[in-house]
């Protein structure tokens, strides 16, 4: 139905996350539309995203170095930020939606997505060598500090569970406290639709 | 377009909650077609609910008395439950739910459904002054109960949070430990997607 | 979790259309809250809606005979109405749904829901016998009516189709002109998101 | 929150049809986690459809020139369409969506996506003079055609209603046969759920 240039762009959108092959043909019918000057605009901030991007030497975020030597994210490299905290996430966008809210004020470590299931083999995607690495020596990495607390920020999904009791394991000779999120009942839900979980650590966890 | 009885029943059944009157309509055209024995069963169902159920006289949980003079409900005269935790829920259906769970060895208290909104006029349909009398006096009311925790088994809704706060205040000359249920991530929750209060709260209630 | 008899009426209210046990329950609940007089009257109309309504000697749909000899709904016996043409459809929700709208000016039958399958035994189901009846000898059924076009205004599922088809070889040897309900675009349809019978039929019945 | 680089791409991707901030900034996570030659061949697919991609000199269809000299798309230029009919769409995915499903041998014409409201000044973004020059003089276009019915196979949308009385106006004068696609109940419609105009059209367009 499309010609070749058509198909191969539709069928590069449709890999992008939550894109099927309907949206991504009208992604090139909207491109098709652009101006060439936009349609510029557009290919080079994809390329200067990816070549513009590095991950951080610490914590694995993307971020733009501000100088060429700059090897921190602008979270490692700030100074009021409280170097005693760690706290472990499984993805940028977690980090991205804990920073608008602002309930921590320590720094981050992204882990990598955990696996769907509770498979052992399934953690080797997990950057946790790395995690450990950090821990025990941050000041090989650049960042001064010393810390107190792990935070196990994953998600309480069954492999954010998988991945926190293998984390609890590995980590548990580092001798330090590693503490997981808070888990209960969510801001405007109802213990009439809450799943068996969800009551149960809520009435564990109250105070 | 209906006759006057299919528009009465109509009617009725729209009043029940979560029905428009296209579904009651669906109602009364399923009930048409019922045989006339099945339709007295209906009846009868629904006249012996509501001559044979009782509130129960010390938590409101409405209750089906095996024997005439019995006064509490299977859950207050269940001699195996602790009767030092109180759990003060909204309604049944959240008692229901909590029961099936199991995460609550106490009795209970149904306070009536939280208002929508914070205004302190709208806490005159709880019933705070019976809690506040089955707290104080529970073997007046034929529990022998001595309560040492009261659990405030309230949703974390906008009307729920309020009744909590209005309930703290109220009870607080009591000297009982009054505790709410834990906040924070519910099972399967992604902290992408939390809003700002339980991103807050999982974090507060980390451990 | 509930007592016998709550729960033998949530399982009558859990055969109702679209009501599974969790609704069910709701309603028991929102009936205890009722007063005495409230649920006597409830009980009442169910009764009475089952004692007083009837099925039409000629189209079956329900109706609530004015006198206590009438054998015919208000449709039936209403002499405004074009005897010449009869709409022959699935239910009675289709029936009213078309009197809200008025774009049949004749008389109704009403066949019995369509199976959901193309097989003919599913067919039996069907009042094909008494449509047949009624076209040949409306008069005998109490209604001076002489057919000139049977319009088959059954919805365009699969079994609505399969029935109409066999309705066309059923009805063929009356001789009556038989019609089907046009098929297209529906109001605010958009051909980019139609089915492939939809656009194939819109544009066979272009004008 | 996010760097510049990652904002600007974050708001270009958000104006994409459908696509919002949340969604931008995932797609711009997984271009970062792309290889290097990934990211590229997105950016010059992107490029590519752009400057290869010219609407058709005939139907405005976008189409990808096999010859440099080619001015006519793939359709216009095969001479087994049938070239007495033009179909009239809103929009390449219309015209994508039958083409998928055949009902249609003719050739195309792509007015423009039709307004959203039945004003007459905003038919003016709509190629109805374009279309006129087409149907009188096709040749003039490069294309042999001669049409005896044009298929003003718009939306029954607000905005494609009235941009179809709009051109059955504009094109009276040209003496030519102009059709409207079928309306009535879709395939798997319902006549209980059906809106007026569908429920009229489909008793009106019954045969």
């Known amino acids: 139905m ?16 939550g894109i099927g092959p309907k949206v991504a043909g009208r992604f090139v019918f909207y ?11 557009l290919a080079n901030a994809i390329l200067e995203v990816k070549n513009s ?10 971020f733009e170095p501000s100088e060429a030597q700059s090897n921190l994210c602008e979270i490692c490299s700030d100074n009021s930020r409280d170097r ?4 472990v996430v499984e993805k940028e966008a977690d980090l991205v939606s804990i920073e608008k809210n602002k309930p921590h004020k320590g720094i981050y470590f992204i882990l ?19 995690l450990k690495q950090r821990i025990e020596k941050a000041k090989a990495f650049g960042v001064a500090a010393d810390f107190k607390e792990i935070i196990l920020a994953l998600n309480p999904t069954i492999g954010g ?13 580092l001798n330090k406290k590693i503490t997981r999120l808070g888990r209960g009942l969510p801001s405007g839900g109802e213990l009439e639709y809450a799943d068996r979980e969800t009551i149960l650590s809520a009435f564990k966890n109250r105070k």
Chains 1, 2, 3, 4 share one sequence.
Do not use: H
Not at 2 to 17: A, H, M
Not at 84 to 87: A, E
Not at 163 to 171: K, Q, V
């Open 53 to 62: 991007l590095r991950p951080c030497g610490f914590c694995f975020k993307l």
């Open 84 to 87: 005693t905290i760690l706290g």
């Open 31 to 41: 491109l098709a539309k652009l101006t060439d000057k936009e349609v510029k605009e």
């Open 112 to 130: 990598g997505e955990t696996p769907s299931s509770f498979k052992q083999e399934n953690m080797k995607s997990l950057k946790v060598k790395e």
């Open 2 to 17: 499309y010609s070749n240039k058509i198909q191969k762009l539709i069928d590069l959108f449709s890999r992008f996350p």
């Open 161 to 173: 569970e998988a991945a926190t009791l293998y984390l609890e394991r590995e980590l548990k000779d």
